[in-house]
């Protein structure tokens, strides 16, 4: 008897690489005498337990290891710019609260140093919006909570200073939607009392507010921002920890349940992608062990589902949407530098499947009511597809009824157009020791008459992609850093496959 508002969103095929399977699951039982704690740990003495390894992943293009960051660290923050991440702050091996930073390039494989910020933090919140990194709160070197908000453009690598936060606290959820940052609870102490305050940051007026406080005091839960929404799941209070999750709705100012995560964990690292909340590693079993399950949250099913295991099963880590895995500690309080990233999830907050397009996006039918959307999927350009293949996505549907109603899915297959042929092959890598191996992350451009196309090779060092045969002679080019890069000449037929294998040798060595 009452309207229905409907709002469709879209939601990326990246759900696919979620559900493959990852590492072994591994779960470290913690002494009874040494349990993981949510508090400052800045000039702790650590036990220099070394990170623990769960072994490589069951299926390629789910989580693969980056190089290591510079320190051993955890409590660092964390988020996803351009494609980098960029991580700030933390606790280093020698338990000394820091100010440096560094940012990740994934085609590199390399982390560089940034400007340090103005003062050192642990575990300060961090949200990047509009191309800049965004950090308040956090625990300075002796404990107290900071209220500085500094913001980093990496643009010229500087800091700015901008208005204190009225209520800084330490390990908050952070979420971003609409330009502002929503910070959820957090420490509110050296001990970590936890707060129920949440505070939110406008980034075009530079002002505070605070918004409906959640649902109970909680801090290093779970939160990220699906398509206007904010989604929080998990955290600790005190020794209660939760599973229970919300979402709150700037548009009404309240926070509502949602279907709880399956495990209660915190510590962990999460972020708003392709349309999911997605969460990975951290403390479970009431802060008895440190697990590297985790799970995606899809808001149009209210439901969880869990993801392939992590490689490092650590609690206290940075990391973001994009969706990196930084530092942490695998066990007492021992930062380790190990880090990782869980593929095709670059997608952040609200997601735009360039392929795809709905119209009307909302709608308010009244009791018995309907209305026709009309979905178009496109392949004529090069921003919305760039090759053959099988592409999907889904359509949620949010709406303010009691019902949940399940994406739909899409599929698009785009064939290849008359007269382009296909190369493909495989990149390996021989070593100063002689050994030969598959090589990941190769870039691989072909330059043709009138066709240039580049792509990175993958986990197993392979690589294929289609062009117009008419371009022929294409030139093909295998390159990766610290390697000689090789070159040759192919013609490619219409309808026919062209194979090129490349065998790159060391620098020096």
């Given amino acids: 008897t009452a309207p229905a508002n409907l709002n469709l969103y879209e939601q990326s095929g990246a759900f696919q690489i979620l559900t493959k399977t990852g590492s072994p699951l591994r779960r470290i039982q913690l002494a009874d005498d040494s349990p993981a704690t949510p508090a400052f740990l800045g000039k702790t003495q650590g036990s220099n337990q070394a990170g623990v390894d769960a072994g490589p992943p069951a299926d390629p293009g789910t989580w693969s290891t980056t190089a290591p960051y510079p320190s051993s660290i955890m409590d660092n923050s964390a988020d996803y710019i351009n494609g980098k991440e960029y991580s700030v702050g933390g606790i280093n091996g020698s338990f000394a609260v820091v100010a440096n930073g560094y940012a990740y390039n994934p085609s590199a494989d390399t982390w560089t140093a940034i400007a340090s910020m103005p003062t050192a933090l642990e575990k300060p919140a961090t949200a990047a919006v509009t191309g800049k990194l965004y950090v308040t709160g956090g625990w300075d070197s002796s404990g107290n909570l900071s209220s500085a908000t500094n913001v980093y453009d990496p643009s010229s690598d500087t800091w700015s200073s901008l208005s ?29 009392t936890a707060s129920s305050t949440v505070e939110v940051y406008d980034t075009a007026t530079g002002s505070w507010s605070t918004a409906a406080p959640y649902p109970h005091p909680n801090s290093w839960e779970s939160c990220g921002a699906v398509n206007g929404k904010v989604y929080c799941a998990g955290g600790i209070n005190g020794f209660t920890t939760y599973s229970d999750a919300y979402v709150y709705d700037p548009g009404t100012d309240t926070w509502s349940p949602i279907a709880s995560m399956p495990v209660d964990l915190w510590g962990s690292v999460s972020g708003g992608s392709a349309g999911l909340l997605v969460v990975s590693s951290g403390v479970t079993a009431d802060s008895s062990a440190i697990t590297n399950q985790g799970y995606a949250y899809d808001p149009a099913t209210d439901s969880w589902t869990a993801i392939a295991n992590a490689q490092y099963p650590v609690y206290r880590a940075g990391g973001s949407c994009g969706f990196y895995k930084i530092g942490g500690s695998s066990g007492g309080f021992s930062p380790t530098a190990n880090s990782e990233v869980l593929s095709g999830l670059t997608q952040c907050g609200v997601v735009d499947v360039p392929w795809l397009a709905e119209t009307p996006t909302t709608a308010t039918l009244q009791p018995g009511q ?35 109603v399940n994406p739909i899915g899409i599929t698009m297959t785009v064939t290849p157009p008359a007269g382009w042929g296909k190369a493909d092959g495989t990149v390996t890598g021989t070593s100063c ?34 062009a117009p045969a008419a371009s022929d002679p294409f030139t093909l080019i295998a390159a990766k850093d610290g390697w000689i890069p090789q070159t040759t000449k192919i013609n490619l037929k219409a309808g026919k496959t062209v194979t090129t294998n490349f065998n790159l040798q060391r620098v020096s060595c």
């Fill in 370 to 404: 309907s209305t026709t959307v009309t979905v178009t999927l496109s392949a004529t350009t090069a921003d919305q597809v760039t090759q053959p293949g099988t592409y999907t996505a889904g359509l949620g549907l949010a709406n303010d009824t009691p019902y949940t």
């Fill in 433 to 466: 020791s002689q050994s030969t191996a598959p090589l990941y992350d190769v870039l691989v451009q072909a330059n043709g008459k009138t066709y240039t196309f580049s792509l990175p090779t993958n986990r197993n060092g392979a690589y294929a992609f289609w």
């Fill in 164 to 192: 204190a936060n009225p209520n800084p606290t330490s390990a908050p959820g952070v979420a971003v939607t609409g330009g502002k940052i929503y910070l959820v609870g957090g420490c509110s102490d050296a001990f970590c």
